[in-house]
């Protein structure tokens, strides 16, 4: 028994006054273990054990049995049970409240208790204990978390501005110091405040819900009690490495699991009401934020695509520009050199005017590059000896029916019949168009049109039936027939404007 403002002791005194500071006390101030403390009469001497709560008498009030004198357990003279020893005279305590032992003691006793016995932790601490308190508990506890989160990073830059600083190639150690310092304050203190603003969200969201489904028998600084007292599982978080991805998980289960009990402890309330209103408000916050999180990987995976999507159609939309580019400069070159367009798109690679592996687009998805003449393909066609390649490319230009409009050679369709495409006039006339081949592509859309003065302008997305009319409108002006829908022009079935009755 210690005076409670300068710590002296206070055993077999018959004043009511501390010697040392002279502030008053009364036995009945104190707590004792049952049977540890003998209550002494003043009177004749005669001892007295304490059975009742808080060790004290039971009754307090009664009339010695030595002397008969009538005798008050506030005026006894009080010493340890013989063999007992002062220190086990304490009852147990909360010890965060208690004045009898240091601060990191209390600090660390109070987070191993409220982990590993919250049911006794809630018993030692008295309803109307203040909530301030439990609160400055919490700071402490995360004002640890977020100092030993930092530790190691910080403890690493640090370490590299000394390095840095000793090799003359950085500012020196003091600004590296300072800026770490700075740092881990800032970090400490959010997470302090963080830590204050969320346990209160859930102190007060988890008492609402019990108010409404059935009651409490203590106020809101009871429940507060139950969850700022527990919240010392959260340290595994601080662990180095590993804690910022499952400490918080564990840490948060068995902080949960402790304010539960304490819960059910301290408000007198069922287990499942307790865990309903306990658990499930950062359970559900942790679902949301859970699915909050897949929501936006989802989403970035969804944009990442279609990007990739729309790159690759910017890609494949470009390359069909260039492409297409290409052979119309190639028809082009052949007229001004030939006096006449090519009779077929096989003259211009036996000309030497074009590659054969330019009228397979790569910009599709064509497979099999057949010329759709006598079963040869452009690669055995490109292999063919010169002479055995212009006789079948004569034949080719021999096989297209009279009056023909556009022939098809694998995914380009050639519109330059009955008309030079090197005329002064005629620049705005098609002479080719990129058109993948039907038999390898579902969906043959255009994807560029060349023009006669070698120029190429590329087809937006759902405009080329509208850029066709307008071709055949520029057509009509100089009494050409009409060009036909590309995807319509298959390898091997060219368009003609002449009736097939009068070829």
């Not at 357990?73 to 007992?84: K, N």
């Not at 909360?94 to 049911?119: E, H, I, N």
């Not at 918080?248 to 902080?255: A, Q, S």
């Amino acid at each position: 028994m210690r005076c409670k403002t300068c710590d002296y002791t206070l055993w077999n005194l018959r004043s009511r006054q501390c010697p040392e500071c002279g502030s008053p006390f009364k036995p009945s101030d104190f707590s004792f273990v049952t049977n540890s403390v003998r209550f002494c009469c003043p009177h004749c001497g005669q001892d007295y054990y304490g059975t009742g709560l808080d060790g004290h008498l039971e009754p307090r009030t009664f009339d010695c049995v030595r002397c008969g004198t009538r005798i008050d357990m506030d005026e006894m003279v009080l010493l340890p049970t013989e063999g007992v020893a002062e220190e086990r005279t304490i009852p147990d305590e909360m010890p965060w409240l208690s004045k009898s032992m240091g601060f990191f003691s209390r600090w660390w006793k109070t987070v191993l208790r409220g982990a590993t016995q919250p049911a006794r932790i809630v018993h030692l601490t008295q309803p109307e204990s203040s909530a301030v308190t439990a609160t400055w508990f919490l700071v402490v506890t995360h004002a640890v978390i977020g100092l030993l989160s930092v530790l190691t990073i910080v403890g690493f830059f640090v370490l590299m501005g000394l390095f840095a600083g000793m090799g003359g190639g950085g500012p020196g150690v003091g600004p590296t110091l300072v800026a770490s310092f700075v740092g881990v304050a800032l970090a400490v203190v959010g997470s302090v405040i963080g830590a204050i603003v969320l346990a209160w969200l859930w102190i007060a969201v988890s008492h609402g819900l019990l108010l409404v489904t059935g009651g409490t028998t203590h106020g809101i600084g009871r429940t507060a009690h139950a969850i700022l007292y527990t919240c010392g599982p959260m340290l595994i978080s601080a662990v180095p490495c590993v804690g910022m991805y499952f400490g918080w998980m564990i840490g948060g289960v068995w902080w949960c699991v402790s304010a539960t009990i304490m819960v059910v402890r301290g408000q007198s309330v069922g287990p499942v009401r307790a865990t309903l209103c306990v658990v499930g408000p950062p359970a559900t916050v942790t679902a949301l934020g859970i699915a909050a999180y897949i929501a936006l990987i989802f989403g970035a995976l969804s944009t990442a695509r279609t990007a990739a999507v729309t790159a690759a159609g910017t890609a494949r939309g470009m390359a069909a520009v260039a492409e297409t580019q290409s052979i119309a400069t190639a028809i082009n070159a052949f007229a001004l050199a030939q006096g006449r367009p090519p009779a077929h798109a096989l003259e211009l690679v036996t000309d030497g005017t074009l590659s054969a592996a330019m009228l397979s687009s790569v910009s599709t998805a064509t497979t099999t590059a057949a010329i759709a003449f006598e079963a040869t393909d452009l690669q055995t066609f490109s292999l063919m000896p010169a002479t055995q390649a212009k006789s079948m490319a004569a034949r080719a230009s021999a096989s297209l029916p009279a009056g023909v409009v556009a022939h098809r050679v694998v995914d380009f369709v050639f519109t330059y019949h009955g008309f030079d495409p090197a005329g002064p006039n005629n620049a705005a006339l098609w002479v080719v168009i990129h058109s993948p081949d039907p038999a390898s592509n579902p969906v043959s859309t255009p994807g560029a049109v060349g023009l006669a003065n070698g120029s190429a302008m590329p087809m937006p997305q759902g405009m080329f039936p509208t850029f066709l009319q307008q071709q055949n409108d520029i057509r009509a002006t100089f009494g050409l027939p009409p060009l036909p829908d590309p995807g319509t022009v298959r390898t091997g079935v060219s368009a003609s404007a002449v009736p097939e009755d009068d070829r």
